[in-house]
């Protein structure tokens, strides 16, 4: 298990790499991961509308 502090350490450097606060970096990681979930929403609903012979 990685510890919390290598975590951090981690996204902090990479934050820095793109020259952002941390904290801008992590939203910018929350907002992907929230479109993200949107788009698996999407795909699940589209491939229950095929299964069940929804789609024309």
Known sequence: MTRPELVKDA???EAWER???LQAFLLGVLQRQAAFSGN???????ERDLTAGGAA
């Open 40 to 46: 698996r929403q999407l795909f699940a609903e589209i």
């Open 19 to 21: 020259g952002q606060s």
């Open 11 to 13: 996204l902090a450097r």
